[in-house]
């Protein structure tokens, strides 16, 4: 089948056609697209790293980067295959080390965030045995999907849809929560905004986190 790119520069103002994170072709309005993680995915090459065009974007999509669906397509790989198979050594990874960090985040206050079984073994695995959660909170990176943010000794960790980004307290130099709900971190030189934070952690997660920055 012939998949036609239509170029569609603006209507109205806004910017309407879709790029293929593969290619970076546009995506043609009428062809669908899959969002991913951090863009857009056009359905052909979606169907070529190994997904269906059903199911999978709702359940999937947002777990997947376009760096790998990228290598995924470029390699002829499966990488549904390849999600599935890293969830099966994540869940298998699962011990004492992993436990007792996980409590530790219990402790901070993570279980009332309802946390996927996957999510907290994501974080209890990125944090060190000997690393020290001091608090937890969430909110919306730029408008979109929830992040969790939590404080230790060494650093803010972030997961969102699954995807663990790290701010180095060395590399922060400022933490601010704000009225309204809303809180940013300056590191290195950039500014990264959350809003609608939860309310009863946040404001504790700045000031006990700002005491911590170098
Ligand atoms: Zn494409």
Known sequence: MKIAHITILSYGGYQLAKTCVVDNQKIGLMA??????DGDICRPHWKAAGFNVTT??????????????????ENGENLKAQLKAKEVVLIQGQN?????????LIDKGLAKFNLKDKE???LSQTIASDETVLAVTSGRLNMT??????????????????????????NITEL?????????????????????????????FVNIMSSKLY
């Open 176 to 204: 601010t929560y704000l009225k309204l709900g809303n809180l940013y971190i300056v590191t290195s030189g950039k500014k990264v905004f959350y809003s609608e934070t939860d309310k009863s952690t946040a404001a504790d």
């Open 145 to 170: 999907n929830k992040s969790i943010l939590v404080g230790t000794d060494r650093r803010i960790i972030e997961l969102r849809n699954l995807v663990i980004t790290s701010y180095p307290l060395r």
């Open 120 to 122: 907290f073994l994501q």
């Open 56 to 73: 999978d974007p709702t359940k999937l999509a947002a777990q997947v980067l376009a760096k790998e669906v990228k290598h995924a397509v």
């Open 96 to 104: 004492a080390e992993t436990e007792s960090v996980k409590q530790m």
């Open 32 to 37: 669908g697209y899959i969002r991913i993680a």
